[in-house]
């Protein structure tokens, strides 16, 4: 049988979708029920600009991402994503009305593995797969009515989230959970009275501090230290954190998370035993999707070969423990050795000056660890400069740290960034502390 | 197993994001415009000529690490010929002339090749700006009138009847007949054109008052004028141009080129001949006098007198130059001495700005240029923009 492109009805897709859903489960995969969207690429472009949420607030950015998008896709210079699912249960994924009906087949495929890595990923314990879609729904209602509120309105709203976005991804990252205030002073007073019953008595003063412990979290660090702020101010601060917070797994875990979908999309593909006038155009098509990109990694690239390579050594056992159990930076510091990088062809490259870009090492017996290193560098929360708040003075005045990794930040962007923070933080001066050259910098 | 479902709801769903988007790049046009008024692309063009001007894109800030010189990156080759040192991507070779601190050159710069025409360009610009005391000339005696169509009338004059209405009022009192029982269809009777059915078309004729202006610009060619320097002015002539064209409907320009003498040219030959001789202010400030005498009677035209030179003169001219000027601004609505002057500049003798300074007021300025980037202030300031200097 052979399905043309363009005759091809919603009926085909549901028989392939049983046959792959089928297969799946063979394998003991588990994922939530998948809604398939089938939209043209107009509409692709609109979900896109959303990250996918069926519902989302407005916000002039995404009028910017969605002409970006559109822009490029006009031009020729990016195709569409051929796949968008979204991490709720169930997950909701779409699929473009232009695509070939061999495409359609290979995106549910893939859909099925992303949506058995939201589901089983540890990272993604906590992301309220389960009430996200009305949570955002409801967060866009009370986003909208504060823009019509007379007493609010539209200016004020947006500027606020043009702040709260500029550091909306100054938030949880690898190894360190986050504890709300009231916590870290119980443990602190637990801790004075343990020393108590020893008969040695502390600076009780201590405890008048506002900040005990250094936050990484700036938003939730607003809502817990943050004073003077309108319900809706603190609703907003929320609203971001939020989706911050929900959006972080799928960050940690780009590299598996792709490589995890890419891995089952080829083995459910081939377990359906097509017929060559499909097989013949998926294996192109996959093999376009998981080429390395020389310009920066590609996580489908990676993420295939990592757990292909699992399979081969340990068996797929050990791939479902994987896709359970880790995120991207530790799956690349335990699963490619100097042979993986090798085969990988990866490399590091430095920018100079004057925009040439040169490669600095590649993957020999000799650098291949450096190369490993940077490219965990680029990987991830890594991607994400670390500031965090190291105190609050008693002036009210914030003052933010970066926890300098040889890195510098971009100096234009962090005079700004500040700038915003000086627009949610209401009682002080905001400054925060960098290292530019190896010298101590003050913004 | 999965649900499938073609969606049709919200099909454009960031059409409310988009606009917003729009509007705040519309400001950034606005706000980014004057900074390019001096450059070559804008210069000359005419008409409704579309422009491409480069906007920058309204950034979202976060933390990102610098992206510039040492920073590093991965990659991965798709063949296995790659070596240490070799490279991967070749910078941007450095544009003659460029200057190396303007902030487009850094990285990540989201640049929007924005079209917009002349005229969409004047209203960015010259929203805020006023012309002092516009249309304070006798032009409310002078109208001109405008014919437009405008609906229908019951009376008018045979040539004007509209057939096609007229005979709409006919079939629909034709078809009431019918339905009330007034008119068989069939039995044959002619159903007449009657007096109500006919309808005329109207003619609304609406007087605008006419406001003419004449713009003089006059410029110094003697040797010391460098290229630079009549490009700058060129700069200076154009933006003037186009603001004034965009508050007048019907506007002349005179263009006077001097040495020691004055002459009448074409705009071509004003911008483009070459430059030699010395110099007396006076002869194109005589000039312009003379032909306002001639041609411009300042009852009925606002004139505007603007001079370019580099403020050098022949001193034993100065009073016959100072004496010209103020004659001419009082003929003027308003009049502009332009000094363009290198900053390392160094003349003999007294500067005419200095010499024209005491007759600074509300319609005559004294501007100074000495770089491309003083064009759109100076400008500014003459037409009393919020611009500050």
């Known amino acids: 049988m052979s399905y043309d492109r363009t005759t091809y009805g919603i009926e085909d897709l549901k028989e392939f979708d049983d046959k792959i859903c089928e297969i799946a489960k063979g394998y003991g995969l588990d994922w939530y029920p998948i809604n398939y969207e089938i939209c043209d690429y107009y509409e692709m472009i609109g979900h896109m600009a959303y990250h996918g949420m069926p519902s989302h607030y407005n916000h002039w950015s995404y009028g910017k991402s969605f002409e970006r998008t559109h822009f490029m896709y006009n031009m020729g210079q990016s195709g569409l994503p051929y796949e968008l699912i979204i991490n709720s249960n169930p997950s909701i994924a779409y699929l473009m009305l232009q695509n070939d009906f061999y495409l359609q087949v290979l995106i549910m495929a893939h859909c099925v593995g992303h949506s058995d890595f939201f589901k089983n990923n540890r990272c993604f314990a906590d992301t309220d797969s389960e009430t996200i879609v009305s949570k955002m729904r409801n967060a866009k209602r009370r986003i ?151 310009g920066g990694v590609n996580p489908y690239h990676v993420g295939f070969y990592i757990f292909q390579k699992l399979e081969k050594e340990f068996g797929l056992e050990k791939c479902f423990e994987v896709r359970e159990t880790h995120d991207d930076v530790a799956a690349i510091r335990l699963f490619l050795d100097e042979d993986d990088f090798r085969e990988l062809n990866m490399f590091s490259y430095r920018r100079e000056k004057n925009g040439d870009v040169f490669i600095s090492e590649v993957s020999d017996h000799d650098d291949w660890k450096t190369v490993r290193d940077d490219m965990i560098k680029n990987t991830g929360v890594n991607t994400i400069p670390h500031i965090f708040v190291d105190r609050i003075e008693s002036s009210g005045e914030l003052v933010l740290k970066h926890e300098h990794d040889g890195r510098d930040l971009d100096l234009d962007y962090a005079d700004n960034v500040v700038e915003h923070v000086r627009k949610i933080w209401k009682e002080g001066e905001v400054k925060l502390f960098t290292i530019i050259e190896n010298d101590v910098w003050e913004i | 197993m999965s649900i499938f479902k073609k969606h049709n ?145 019951p009376k008018g004059i045979r040539p004007r009847l509209s057939k096609k209405e007229t005979l709409k009022n006919k ?154 000027m103020s004659r001419l601004i009082d003929l003027s609505q308003l009049a502009g001495y332009i000094q363009i002057k290198g900053a390392t500049n160094n003349m003999w003798g007294e500067e005419m700005a200095k010499i024209f300074e005491p007759l600074t007021s509300e319609s005559f300025k004294v501007l100074k240029i000495q770089d491309k980037k003083d064009v759109w202030p100076q400008f500014a300031k003459l037409f009393g923009g919020k611009y500050e200097l």
Not at chain 1, 172 to 192: N, T, V
Not at chain 1, 285 to 292: F, L
Not at chain 2, 216 to 231: A, L, Q, V
Request: proline share 3%.
């Open chain 1, 144 to 294: 909208q009515e504060y823009s019509e509120d007379p007493n609010i309105g539209l200016e004020k709203v947006e500027s606020f989230l043009d702040s709260l976005h500029a550091v909306r991804f100054q938030t949880e990252r690898y190894g360190m959970p986050r504890k709300s205030k009231k916590a870290i002073k119980q443990e602190e007073i637990d801790r004075f009275n343990k020393y108590k019953e020893k008969g040695i008595v502390l600076d009780y003063s201590v405890l008048n501090k506002r900040l005990l412990k250094r936050d990484h979290d700036l938003l939730s660090f607003l809502l817990e230290y943050g004073r003077g702020y309108e319900k809706w101010e603190l609703d907003l601060i929320e609203i971001v954190k939020d989706e911050s917070h929900y959006f972080m797994p799928q960050i940690k875990t780009k590299i598996l998370n792709e490589g995890w979908a890419s891995f089952w999309h080829y083995k459910i593909l081939h377990d359906l035993s097509l017929t060559d006038d499909m097989h013949v155009p998926f294996l192109k098509m996959h093999n376009a999707v998981v080429r390395p990109h020389i």
């Open chain 2, 9 to 153: 709801t919200n099909a454009d769903r960031s059409a409310s994001d988009r606009r917003r988007h729009k509007e705040k790049i519309e400001k950034a046009i606005k706000e980014g415009i004057h900074n390019i008024v001096a450059e070559e692309s804008i210069i000359g063009q005419s008409g409704k000529k579309k422009i491409r001007i480069p906007v920058r894109g309204i950034k979202e800030y976060r933390f990102i690490y610098d992206q510039g010189n040492g920073s590093k990156g991965v990659g991965a080759a798709p063949g296995s010929d790659i070596k240490k040192g070799q490279k991967i991507k070749e910078g941007k070779k450095k544009n003659a002339g460029g200057d190396p601190n303007k902030p487009g050159n850094q990285k990540g710069e989201d640049f929007y090749d924005v079209e917009i025409s002349l005229d969409e360009l004047a209203k960015y610009l010259f929203d805020d700006l006023e012309l002092p005391e516009l249309e304070k000339k006798k032009s409310a005696d002078l109208f001109s009138e405008k014919y437009k169509r405008k609906g229908y009338r």
């Open chain 2, 171 to 324: 079939i629909k009192r034709k078809k009431a007949a019918i339905r009330n029982g007034s008119y068989d269809p069939d039995s044959g009777d002619r159903f007449t054109f009657h007096e109500d059915d006919l309808k005329y078309k109207h003619i609304d004729v609406t007087k605008k008052p006419i406001t003419n202006a004449v713009i003089f610009f006059i410029m110094d060619t003697s040797g010391s004028m460098s290229k630079n320097k009549k490009y700058l002015a060129r700069s200076f002539f154009f933006l003037l141009y186009q603001f004034i064209r965009y508050r007048y409907e019907n506007i002349e320009t005179v263009f006077i080129s001097h040495t020691t003498e004055a002459h009448e040219v074409s705009e071509d030959d004003f911008f483009k001949k070459g430059s030699s001789g010395g110099t007396y202010i006076s002869s194109g400030l005589k000039l312009a006098n003379d032909i306002v005498g001639e041609r411009y009677s300042p009852s009925s035209w606002n004139i505007y007198t603007f001079h370019c030179s580099d403020g050098e003169n022949w001193s034993e001219d100065n009073p016959k130059a100072l004496e010209f």
